[in-house]
């Protein structure tokens, strides 16, 4: 053999030796891949209910345990997520960007001490240190921790199994009494933030609500006639034999179930002292159906109320978080998108699609979170939601300022008695149907703007709607304050009499 041809046999050989290896190494990767996108995880331990700690269930899954570790990371947008100072501190209070809220909150702890929020990591921990929950005041009972905590095992071993009975039972207890029985009842003697086992199954993965106080509210909310277009697997239910409650479990969709089990903790609710916490969706997610259950809802003989205005004396309602149900009204949930398309999206991570599970605002990765639906640019998008927050932001002030106005106009009206004190005011506007009717539009107004201001989205989850509210505050604000200048100007006898005037008749009592 000529030693050229030896060494061209040899080259074309050695190529395709390569090449069959290369397209062997291909097919053994495109395998492994279409293996690993079939099984995206593989089990090295095995999960029950019994295990609260995220940290073993990070062996299975490693990639969703990162993300959920990272919402320990601070993070902040314009009007998002919590302006994080130095390690270690906690978020503003919300009142130093917005001081009418201690204003409106007078003689309310959310007075005292109301901050940012922020992730996920932080939510036991800040529920511990808020002067909201001092315990040597005991003020807080333990429902706090239904949405603060892993707690399903202390409701599952208070109830017997039955988690609305454990929930009653929670109720009756102290938040600092709760808080030691559910490290009892945790299998590792720790409390935990919310934790995979409150969202996932831990044989199938499957999604799943676990929350007392959402699967009774979901299934009153379905036995209602409010019209809920955004989530068709109730619209069926109401169609069906009723034989059963509706029960998010079996009867939600997937893409439902992406909703509910945020909607579990992010919802307007009530868990005061003597009362079993509850979502008030009786009569629909509407701002005025909620307040229309509030006030017809009787608690030891008396209407409905969360505290008693330190300046105006007049009983308030207090609202928190309504991102469920004020996502509910805008054109998202219409259009199906799920809270979890935006706060968790997708990612790719090799050939495994993984959701993100460090939740957090979408504004940290609108190419990921928006720009599926809606290809622009990433400032592009920004810039549109800038543009509803900027403007949400300016009316949410404009109604803070009428009703800091409001509370002044009223305030002045209660100084003209020169009551001794603030039940001896509070005896006068129960005997005074016109004291009484400012009570109402106080009572109106600031349930509409706190509605509002407590939602977390500035304005992005539903802008037409948060601004017809904060329209309608506004609106019974003023109401109240045009009337009670009134009252204080000239319909009221005056405090202290004026100086006689000699060569005028007395001032006679008004008549009208
Ligand atoms: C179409 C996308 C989208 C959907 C769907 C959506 N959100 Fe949001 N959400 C946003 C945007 C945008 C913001 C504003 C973030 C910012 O200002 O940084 C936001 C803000 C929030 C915040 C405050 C975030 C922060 O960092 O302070 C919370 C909490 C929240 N959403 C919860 C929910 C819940 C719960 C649902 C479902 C019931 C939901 N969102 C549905 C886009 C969405
Ligand atoms: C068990 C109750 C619970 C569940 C379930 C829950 N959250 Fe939260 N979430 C909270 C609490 C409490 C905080 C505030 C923590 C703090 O400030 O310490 C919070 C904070 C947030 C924030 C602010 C994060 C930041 O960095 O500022 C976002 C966004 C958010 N949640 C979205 C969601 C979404 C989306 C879901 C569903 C996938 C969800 N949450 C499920 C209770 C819950
Ligand atoms: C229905 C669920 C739910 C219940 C019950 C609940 N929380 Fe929260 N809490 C949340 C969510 C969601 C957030 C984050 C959104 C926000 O801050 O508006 C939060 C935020 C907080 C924060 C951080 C921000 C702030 O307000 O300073 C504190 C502290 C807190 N809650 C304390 C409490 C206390 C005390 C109770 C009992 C009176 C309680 N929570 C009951 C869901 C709940
Ligand atoms: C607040 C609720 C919530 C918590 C807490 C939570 N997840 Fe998820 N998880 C989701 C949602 C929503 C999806 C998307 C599911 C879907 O689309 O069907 C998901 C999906 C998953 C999946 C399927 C693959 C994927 O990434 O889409 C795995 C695995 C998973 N989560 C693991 C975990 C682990 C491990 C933890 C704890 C470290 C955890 N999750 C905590 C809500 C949660
Ligand atoms: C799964 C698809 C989907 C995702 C994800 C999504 N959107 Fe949308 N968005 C829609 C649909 C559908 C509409 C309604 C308009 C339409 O039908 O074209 C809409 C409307 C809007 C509007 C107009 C709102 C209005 O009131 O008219 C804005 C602004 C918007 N989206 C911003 C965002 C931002 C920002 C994100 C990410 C945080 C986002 N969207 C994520 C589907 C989506």
Redesign the pocket.
Known sequence: MERKSFFAYAAVAIVAAAVTAGIAALLVNIFQRKQEARTPYVRVVEITENDLDPAKWGADWPREYDGYQR?AEP?WTKY???LVGPEGTL?PEKAQRDPWLTKIFAGYLFAIDYRD????A??LS?QEVTKRNVPSEAKQSGNCLH??ASIMPLYKKLGDGDIQKGLAAVSEMSYWDAHKALEQASPDGKAHP?GCI??HNPQTMELRVT?PGFIAAIAKLAASDAPVPHLPSVERWRHGDKAKPYDPNTDGTRQEMRSF??G???VEYYCGKGLTLFYPWNEGLKVEQMEHYYDNLQVKGARFKDWVHAETGMELLKAQHPEFELWSQGIHARSGVA??DC??PYQREGSVKISEHW???PLLQVNRSCAVCHPYGDDEIKGRVTAIQDRHYALLNEAGKAASEMIDAIVAVKKQYADPDMAAWRARIAKDPKLQELGELQRAAQWRLDFVAAE?SMGFHAPQEMARILGESIDLSRQAEIKAVALASGRLPPAVPPPPVPAQPAAATPTH
């Open positions: 919402t993070t998002g997520g919590g978020p929020r922020r992730g996920h932080y939510m800040d949405c603060h919310v409150d969202c929350r089990v945020c579990q903790c992010h809270c979890a706060h968790m939740v957090r605002s977390n």
